[in-house]
């Protein structure tokens, strides 16, 4: 570890405005998938592809970093700040979907169905309209996907649920085993939580392709449609990366990287892992059963 006087400054890196032109490529690829263009495919796969490189580099730029024992105590300390920042923003980002998701059944729907106002403002808008939700059941079905029926709490998401928490604690055991420098441990309990990661995104994944298929439950869904693919699909996303995350920590701590005093790389997933539970927790309550 570099001296405690001495503050590491990285030379200029080109994996930030790599990594902007990747996303760039990365969400036109989308935008063309989601408009039906043919060439969608192409651009999409190009943009993961240069994603994949650039965290292949700047990880490998970091790590090396670090194992040349650049890095003191100061810098350790603005990474903390850097990921505690990061995980704020990551709280406000699903704040403002569980904000909307919130408006939409606490306010909008209520309003519609006339409550405070006196007047019932679906008579004029649908007069089939039920203020109750979800709202499984589409004004006008040649615009919108009827679905069949809600995605029920108890199977999948339930079993999902019982994942996650259980993949907090095997974390949580993996980073107590790394602080008494129990090696063996360590890469056992931090191999399971890369295991749960995965398999919860393997069963939400097929339970994507029920919905879709089985239940006809898209994002033209309507409200109920669009928020629960919006919430759960992010969140989705978000374990994908964790777990991404905690298998390249996982061949760290195979080939011997980290000790028990110096070890904030493992910290920082297991901030991030944790935060995924949370949210998910929020989600199974407020998406799934009430």
Avoid: C
């Avoid at 097929?206 to 629960?228: Q, V």
């Avoid at 995350?245 to 944790?274: C, N, P, Q």
């Amino acid at each position: 570890m570099a001296a405690k006087d001495i503050y590491y400054v990285p030379e200029g890196s080109k994996w930030p405005i790599f990594g902007s032109f990747a996303l760039f490529v990365l969400f036109i690829g989308g935008a063309l998938l989601f408009n039906g263009n043919a060439n969608a495919n192409v651009v999409l796969y190009i943009g993961i592809a240069l994603v994949a490189y650039m965290f292949v580099g700047w990880f490998n730029d970091v790590i090396g970093e670090s194992r040349s024992g650049k890095y003191n105590g100061q810098v350790d300390v603005s990474f903390r700040m850097g990921m505690g920042w990061f995980i704020f923003s990551e709280v406000m980002f699903f704040a403002a979907f569980f904000g909307a998701l919130y408006y939409a059944r606490m306010y909008s729907i209520p309003w519609l169905g006339g409550l405070g106002s006196g007047t019932a403002t679906h008579e004029f808008l649908w007069s089939a309209f039920e203020a109750a939700w979800p709202l499984s059941v589409t004004p006008d079905p040649t615009n919108y996907d009827q679905p069949s029926d809600v995605v029920p709490a108890f199977g999948v998401p339930a079993i999902n649920t019982l994942i996650l928490l259980t993949s907090g604690v095997t974390v949580t055991f993996a980073h107590w085993a790394l602080k008494n420098n129990k090696r063996t441990s360590l890469n056992l309990w931090l191999a399971a939580t890369v295991i749960l990661g995965f398999v919860f995104v393997f069963f939400q994944a097929e339970e994507y392709i029920h919905a879709y298929n089985d239940l006809n439950l898209k994002l033209s869904s309507g409200i109920y449609g669009s928020t629960f693919y919006m919430l759960t699909g992010f969140h989705g996303f978000h374990v994908t990366m964790g777990a991404i995350m905690l298998l390249v920590i996982l061949l760290r701590t195979i080939k011997g990287h980290f000790s028990k005093k110096d070890h904030f790389a493992f910290e920082a997933v297991a901030w991030y892992w944790h935060f995924v539970d949370v949210v998910w927790l929020g989600l199974f309550i407020f998406v799934y059963w009430i």
